[in-house]
């Protein structure tokens, strides 16, 4: 698979609204293909509901989602075999192993015999084959994530859209995971993820944006927006620092 000039994602003034609350705010954004993209931000920024509307999880208000040149609104079917999904509270069946699940998922997307190997692969790098007969609902919150990154991965979608992928991981899975998306990404995929790691952001994506309030503050490559500094500097600089002040009943 080679990296196209059609962008992975494009969103255009896509807004969304809880009651009074605009969660996601007119945002544009082009995700180009091949690459590895962040998207920070503070907590309750917007980031989930953003990638949620990328995902097909939630119904913009108004604006307009594209992923791999497919109109997510008019191309449901296309849009689905482009894109793998990870996002935060998606149901996984409990009763099921991994190996299952992954059987369950290649049988759901009709991915001919190549699953076998391909759910090997996934399960010994992200290292749940050492649990085979462990069922989903007694895996790890670190567990779960790995079995939800790889039924977002087993059909090699052009476009992996990964909500917090490395929180609750601990630093050798996270590891196993860049490297994993890595040669992904290497191979033409495009990877847009949310994290609060800003190391790991920095270490891994080509380009990122921070947004509050729904809106994009700053976007660019890391170098561009870090300017010198480091990611940290930069989203503490532009989201603002939080209160401070001395609370005499903890001292
Ligand atoms: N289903 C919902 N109903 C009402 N409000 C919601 C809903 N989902 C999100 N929100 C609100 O929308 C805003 C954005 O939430 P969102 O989950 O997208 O933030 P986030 O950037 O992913 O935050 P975090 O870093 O804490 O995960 C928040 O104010 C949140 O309370």
């Not at 779960?144 to 039924?151: D, Q």
């Not at 994290?195 to 947004?211: N, P, W, Y």
């Amino acid at each position: 698979m080679s990296a196209s000039s059609t962008p992975a994602v494009q969103l255009s003034q896509l807004t969304k609204r809880f009651g009074d609350h605009v969660a996601v705010d007119a945002i544009d954004l082009t995700v180009p293909a091949g690459m590895f993209y962040g998207i920070v931000g503070p907590n309750g920024a917007g980031k989930s509901t953003t990638l949620s509307m990328i995902a097909g999880l939630l119904t913009p208000d108004s604006g307009t989602v594209t992923v791999a040149g497919f109109d997510a609104a008019g191309q449901r079917e296309d849009v689905l075999g482009a894109l793998g999904i990870m996002m935060e509270g998606l149901s996984l069946p409990e009763r099921l192993t991994g190996a299952e699940l992954l059987e369950y998922t290649a049988r759901l997307r009709s991915i001919g015999g190549e699953w076998r190997s391909r759910a090997t692969d996934l399960l010994e790098v992200l290292e749940l084959d050492r649990a085979p007969s462990t069922l989903i609902v007694d895996y790890s919150t670190g567990m779960r994530k790995k079995i939800g990154l790889a039924v977002a991965m087993l059909h090699r979608p052009r476009v992996l859209v990964l909500d917090e992928p490395f929180e609750a991981i601990d630093p050798v899975s996270a590891r196993a995971i860049e490297g994993l998306l890595s040669q992904y990404v290497r191979g033409g995929g495009t990877v847009l993820l949310s994290s609060h790691i800003m190391d790991v952001v920095e270490r891994t994506c080509e380009r990122v944006a921070l947004i509050k309030d729904g809106k994009i503050l700053t976007e660019g490559t890391i170098d561009d927006v870090r300017a010198g500094g480091t990611l940290n500097d930069t989203f503490v600089d532009l989201v603002g620092a939080a209160p401070q002040r001395p609370i005499s009943w903890l001292q």
